[in-house]
């Protein structure tokens, strides 16, 4: 078990740029999840895949954010001409759905990618 | 919607003293309850959660947490506190339902003092 894995730990962009980043969860978690946290707050749930299907998305997520985990093992979330705004702490998680309906084993957190955009 | 509040920003305790972080929840049923602990630069580790049965859970690093259906509340606690104890802690709920999304309260930044 190596955890879950982020990269880049930081990236600094310029506003209109795109960005892109990535996670590697647990390699035998079936569900990945998002998560924004700004200076001051907690994290704030974007959005969650169970293997390769992206089931739940927040109002967050505006159209300029997409996630993807194509193969159902990693995820990348790209953001588009990004603002200033957007500046935050991104926050990967995976956990194992034991059962539908029932409860998951907790959510692992990887170290998160800062993002700082000018 | 569910909400988490934890009304201390910061709270400064001694080494050695006793603990106890505040955390209320809004939720139409009994949610899931957790806390987890953030330093600095880093992602957030889970301490101890409730699912349901003895109300009094017991975590990791010597933290324990009680759920009080009738106050709404799940606060943690430690009975003595060590200078490594100093981070962010966050309170955090899910529906009951098979959670798939946690909603956190805005943190709570322990100081500890020698």
């Known amino acids: 078990d190596t955890g879950v894995s982020q990269n880049p730990r930081h990236k600094i962009t310029k506003r209109g740029q795109n960005v892109t980043f990535r996670c590697d969860p647990i390699?035998?978690?079936?569900?990945l999840y998002w998560y924004r946290q700004t200076l001051g707050q907690g994290p704030e749930f974007l959005t969650y895949f169970q293997n390769e299907a992206q089931l739940e998305k927040s109002r967050l997520l505006s159209d300029r954010f997409s996630a993807e985990r194509p193969k159902g093992s990693f995820s990348t979330l790209e953001i588009q001409r990004t603002e200033q705004g957007d500046s935050a702490m991104y926050l990967c998680a995976s956990s194992s759905l034991v059962q539908p309906g029932i409860h998951n084993s907790p959510l692992h957190f990887g170290n998160g990618t800062r993002l700082t955009v000018t | 919607a569910q909400s988490v509040t934890q009304p201390d920003i910061h709270i400064t305790v001694s080494e050695g003293a006793s603990l106890e972080l505040r955390c209320n929840y809004s939720?139409?049923?009994?949610?899931?309850l957790f806390w987890y602990v953030q330093s600095p630069g880093q992602g957030l580790q889970l301490l101890l959660k409730y699912f349901s049965g003895d109300t009094l859970v017991q975590g990791i690093k010597g933290f324990e947490a009680e759920f009080k259906r009738s106050q709404s509340s799940f606060n943690l606690r430690k009975p003595s506190v060590h200078w490594s104890d100093a981070a962010e802690y966050f309170c955090?709920?899910?529906?009951?339902?098979?959670?798939?999304?946690?909603?956190f309260g805005k943190g709570t930044m322990l100081l500890v003092s020698p």
């Open positions: 939720y139409g049923a009994t949610p899931y």
């Open positions: 390699s035998e978690h079936n569900r």
């Open positions: 955090a709920v899910a529906p009951n339902s098979g959670y798939s999304t946690l909603t």
